[in-house]
């Protein structure tokens, strides 16, 4: 048990404050999509993501062209590995010893197999952060649902707490901000003032949408507070008001359902019809260069760009910025502090402030089918 008086000492050192900075928590936990390593992972891969989701077929045999193009592989674990180390590092250097798992919604290694492994271990408490940041089904709430199944039925399963949305934390924001400098900077001279930002993200169907957040459309909403912020900041070094709009990539689902848009491809051609003279892409819905960025972006958006003759590059994500893993410990930080009862200071910028810890009751609806969820209030 806890101790709830913190000027006595707790008799487990991980939930001790004294010795670990990061208690109530044993061990952090990173949740990502997953990604096949191999030709002969592609077709189960995708088999896993779409079951029972009336994605036509045809639909599911271009994407499994896309991961042919890469061997058969995506880039999303090699990247979560990498991401790994450096929050390891990071934790290390500040003097916080904490075990950092890792577990997929889709892929090897599976959260059911890393959460028995963390319940083998003796964790009794872990955070875990998201590789995704924004609020809606395919990007919360499904997570929380995997961590259900996770641990349903799991001897000793630790307790879980979800760290909350990163898209307004600086340590996201600042990263995306010196990319897209950089990405300006590369461009031709003559048409770098006046080139447009294109953020780019996910699309989702506009149900999904609708039901972001606990009140509804908090995914186009979050969006557009971190994409106002950057395109901000970014004008505020070049000195030139950059025209910036939001796009969307990865449209799936069956053609008469509506999903977000313009595509980021109608979007090029849009800027160029308008007399853009140049474009910069900014993945600002991803936190690495997984395959909605690789292909979606540098393999079809950039050849699009090209075609139509408009000047454009792709500005980098967050990934392994330094701000970005130290991003992971704050988090991991103000959430311990938080649980502690202890005062707790937030980071945020933009026009929305720290979101929730736990999740409020019907935060983004399952569009299928209500299912339970863990680290929500419902
Ligand atoms: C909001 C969102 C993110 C958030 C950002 C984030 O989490 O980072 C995201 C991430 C990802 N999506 C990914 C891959 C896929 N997503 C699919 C399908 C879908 N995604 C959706 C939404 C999102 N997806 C939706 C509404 C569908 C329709 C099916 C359904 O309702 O669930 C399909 C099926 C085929 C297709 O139709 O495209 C694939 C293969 C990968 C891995 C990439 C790699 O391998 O490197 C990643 C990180
Ligand atoms: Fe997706």
């Known amino acids: 048990m806890p101790n709830p008086d913190s000027s006595v000492p707790a008799a487990n050192p991980a939930t001790n404050p004294a010795a670990n900075p990061a208690a109530p928590y044993d ?92 319940a083998a271990d003796g964790v009794t408490r872990a955070a875990c952060f998201v590789t995704s940041t924004y609020s809606s089904w395919s990007s919360c709430r499904q997570y929380r649902e995997n961590l259900y199944d996770a641990v349903d ?11 909350r ?52 459309g908090a995914y186009v909403d979050q969006h557009l507070s971190a994409v106002t912020e950057i395109a901000r900041q970014v004008s505020l070094v070049t000195g030139v008001e950059h025209p910036w709009e939001l796009a969307y990539c990865s449209r799936s689902g069956a053609p008469h359902v509506p999903w977000l848009e313009p595509d980021v491809n109608d979007h090029l051609a849009s800027l160029k019809e308008a007399g853009a003279p140049a474009v910069v892409l900014i993945p600002s819905g991803f936190i690495s260069d997984h395959m909605e960025v690789i292909y979606d972006l540098d393999t079809e958006a950039l050849a699009t760009a090209e075609e139509l003759g408009l000047p454009a590059r792709r500005a980098a994500t967050p990934a392994t910025d330094p701000r970005f893993v130290t991003m992971v410990r704050d988090l991991l930080l103000e959430r311990a502090t938080a649980e502690r009862g202890e005062d707790v200071v937030r980071a945020s910028i933009g026009r929305l402030d720290a979101r929730w810890d736990r999740c409020p009751v019907g935060c983004c609806a399952n569009p299928r089918a209500d299912r339970p969820a863990l680290c929500g209030d419902a």
């Open 153 to 163: 039925g799991l001897e000793g399963a630790p307790q879980l707490d979800k760290l």
């Open 165 to 216: 949305h990163y898209f307004n934390h600086p340590g996201f924001i600042e990263p995306i901000v010196d990319a897209t400098l950089a990405s300006l900077a590369e461009l031709p001279e003559d048409v770098r003032a006046g080139a447009h930002l294109a953020f780019v993200t996910h699309s989702i169907p506009l149900s999904m949408n609708d039901t972001s957040g606990p009140e509804g």
């Open 27 to 118: 061990a952090l936990l990173l949740v990502s999509f997953g990604g096949p390593e191999a030709p002969e992972d592609v077709v189960p891969f995708l088999e896993n993501v779409t079951h029972g989701r009336g994605i036509p077929r045809e639909r599911l045999e271009q994407v499994g062209e896309h991961y042919s193009l890469f061997g058969g592989k995506s880039p999303i674990n090699d990247l979560n590995r990498d991401l790994l180390k450096r929050i390891e590092a990071d934790l290390a250097g500040a003097g916080i010893d904490l075990p950092v798992y890792w577990g997929n919604r889709n892929w090897d290694p599976y959260l059911k197999d890393t959460l028995a492994q963390m």
